[in-house]
């Protein structure tokens, strides 16, 4: 028994260990997370600082007896107002502190209105104006904020409602409905006015430079997945081409470039809001003048996702079932390169105007541009021969009794050899045909005759699918156009310095 019992204890020891052990490298990889969270934006950190020294200079008002004896427990409100105020981004900050003032400044004149209202009336009737007026005021806000050119301010609209309800309860116990109201405004202002405080002049982070990185950063992302796609089109042999139907829900791990221009077409709500926010700050480090155009960044942010479009069509194309030739493609190798090769130095042009603040003329770039789409278009038309199948049926041979044979005579074998051969290398769709063709044409002669046909179809429908590449990228330079004009709008209202020809 001592011996059993011994063992026992020793596997209750390890078991022990173990789970020790194992607490530690969970507690250890939770660490590595929240440092690798922190490391990738260290302006969440400055965040949460700023916050936790807000609330710590307006818990010293409760703290410190002199504030106190002042405004009582109304001053909690003051921690209320950071908590809910502080934002991330100073625009955001501002945006909700104004909202907050107007709601509540609102909500106190209603309650006091109302207080007032009911000490006239009899102790009766006193509680039943106060019911009706939080009913009234409950429905209005929750009515109004609905209204779609007031939705921007559907924060002050409910700040309103909540303020209204618990100054006008606590007025009707205290006995004392404006000094409860004015206490309480002061706190909200102490609050509003610490939160924005420590906002602006600890380490801000505006929105305007989020905003401006952010568009700076589309422009780099289109034009880097312009040219990896195009390359990998141009010169991807076909031999281990990967189906889009296999990967359409990977993430493309050796594209990095298209992942980040995806991330430009799901950026629509984040510039709308940045821009929107940004209104509410004062001028600052390089926005130095007043109302600065911000919602034009807005627009060119929206004339460069459709840019983006464009490549991700490309990038679907480059990703298809149907290809074409590795041979065919290569022919058009150099005009293909040199348009995604100047598009995208335009594009990189536009955005290093906007991050570097520069109005540059860029007449002669975009010619060059054009210039290049012309010449691929034009190459296009010279060998279009080449894109359709000169396959003809061949004739019948005539009988001996003057009759036709209702089966043609079968392809040569230098043909079938070669389109034995090649089809697996040029082509990826549809496998089932292109297996038929090779189990059954060789062998039967009259299945050749009828299959000889249907992959000389597949082999213009192939080669189409350049037409449709090609396509695609010139009307992605058609796009560039309003994107230049949607730049020079934003250079011109923001005041962008100098005018250089390129």
């Not at 939770?30 to 990738?40: G, I, L, N, Q, T």
Request: negative net charge.
């Amino acid at each position: 028994m001592g011996g059993n019992k011994g063992i026992y204890n020793n596997n209750t020891l390890e078991a022990e260990d173990c789970r020790s052990g194992g607490l530690l490298l969970s507690c250890k990889g939770w660490v590595m997370r929240v440092w690798e969270f922190a490391r990738d934006e260290p302006n969440r950190v400055i965040f949460s600082l700023k916050v936790g020294l807000a609330i710590l200079l307006v818990s010293l008002l409760i703290l410190i007896r002199a504030p106190y004896e002042i405004f009582g427990t109304n001053i909690i409100w003051s921690i209320i107002t950071v908590a809910i105020m502080f934002e991330y981004t100073v625009g955001s900050t501002f945006n909700k502190g104004f909202n907050r003032a107007l709601g509540s400044l609102l909500a106190g004149v209603l309650a006091i209105v109302a207080a007032q209202l009911g000490l006239l009336a009899s102790r009766v009737f006193e509680p039943i104006i106060i019911g009706i007026s939080i009913f009234l005021v409950g429905t209005a806000t929750s009515f109004v904020k609905l209204w779609p050119s007031l939705a921007p301010y559907e924060y002050g609209f409910r700040v309103m409602l909540f303020t209204y309800c618990l100054i006008i309860v606590s007025a009707y116990r205290m006995g004392n409905p404006i000094r409860t109201a004015m206490d309480r405004l002061y706190s909200i202002a102490i609050g509003g006015l610490v939160a924005v405080l420590v906002n602006v002049m600890v380490c801000p982070i505006w929105d305007g430079e989020l905003l401006h990185e952010e568009l700076v950063k589309g422009f780099d992302s289109v034009a880097d997945s312009l040219e990896e796609c195009v390359k990998k089109y141009v010169e991807d042999d076909g031999l281990d081409h990967p189906e889009f139907s296999k990967t359409v829900m990977d993430e493309f791990p050796d594209e990095p470039a298209y992942r980040r221009c995806r991330s430009t077409l799901n950026s629509s709500e984040k510039l709308d809001s940045l821009a929107q926010s940004a209104k509410w700050e004062p001028p600052h480090g390089r926005f130095k003048h007043f109302f600065y155009p911000w919602s034009e960044y807005a627009k060119v942010g929206n004339v460069l996702r459709y840019c983006a479009y464009e490549v991700m069509a490309l990038h679907g194309v480059l990703h298809s079932e149907i290809q074409a030739p590795y041979n065919l493609r290569a022919m058009f190798r150099a005009e293909m390169q040199e348009a995604a090769g100047q598009a995208a130095e335009l594009v990189r042009r536009l955005g290093m105007d906007i991050r570097d603040m520069n109005k540059t003329l860029k007449s002669s770039l975009l010619k060059r541009v054009h210039d290049t789409s012309e010449r691929l278009q034009a190459t296009i038309d010279m060998h279009s021969f080449l894109l359709v199948s000169s396959y003809e049926k061949p004739p019948a041979a005539p009988m001996p009794d003057g009759d036709t044979d209702t089966n043609p005579s079968p392809p040569g074998e230098t043909y079938h050899e070669m389109m034995r051969k090649t089809s697996r290398r040029f082509y990826t769709w549809p496998s089932r045909e292109v297996d038929a063709y090779e189990e059954e044409a060789a062998g039967v002669s009259a299945v050749g005759s009828l299959l000889v046909p249907r992959m000389k179809a597949l082999e213009s429908t192939s080669a189409l699918s350049l037409v449709t590449f090609t396509s695609l990228l010139i009307e992605f330079v058609a796009r560039l156009d309003h994107l230049v004009d949607a730049v020079e709008e934003l250079s011109s209202m923001a005041k962008f310095k100098s005018e250089v020809e390129l």
